[in-house]
Nanobody, 123 residues
Framework: QLQASGGGLVQAGGSLRLSCSAS????????VGWFRQAPGLEREFVAA????????DYADSVRGRFTISKDIAKNTVYLQMNSLAAEDTAVYYC??????????????????WGQGTQVTVSS
């Protein structure tokens, strides 16, 4: 199972850092992705990173504001979120996949989802 943490309430323009860790496995040979889901909406892709090599990808809506990174020693993936806006409010989930780069944004290819962490941005 994956554990997502770090969410909270922040004012618009503020920052948060989310963490995704795995208690019973390593991320080796996986791609770790962050998705978010707002009430009434579908789960949408935010960012992903290949554990081996560090290739990353971002949704256009967060590119330049969010940064995904990894800490090999801690077996943890981070999502640094800056310049947060009200539209970033959602439950954020992390998951893993082994699909090719072109499919990283498709949530149905991910598994071992964490429980999600709530991010609320007040305007």
């Amino acid at each position: 199972q994956l554990q997502a943490s770090g969410g909270g309430l922040v004012q618009a323009g503020g920052s948060l850092r989310l963490s995704c860790s795995a208690s019973e496995r390593t991320f080796s040979n996986y791609v770790v992705g962050w998705f978010r889901q707002a009430p009434g909406l579908e789960r949408e892709f935010v960012a992903a990173i290949r554990w081996s090599g560090g290739t990353t990808d971002y949704a256009d809506s967060v590119r330049g504001r969010f940064t995904i990174s990894k800490d090999i020693a801690k077996n943890t993936v981070y999502l640094q979120m800056n310049s947060l806006a009200a539209e970033d409010t959602a439950v954020y989930y992390c998951g893993v996949t082994r699909v090719v780069y072109s499919s990283w944004s498709k949530s149905n290819f991910y598994y071992y989802w964490g429980q999600g962490t709530q991010v609320t941005v007040s305007s």
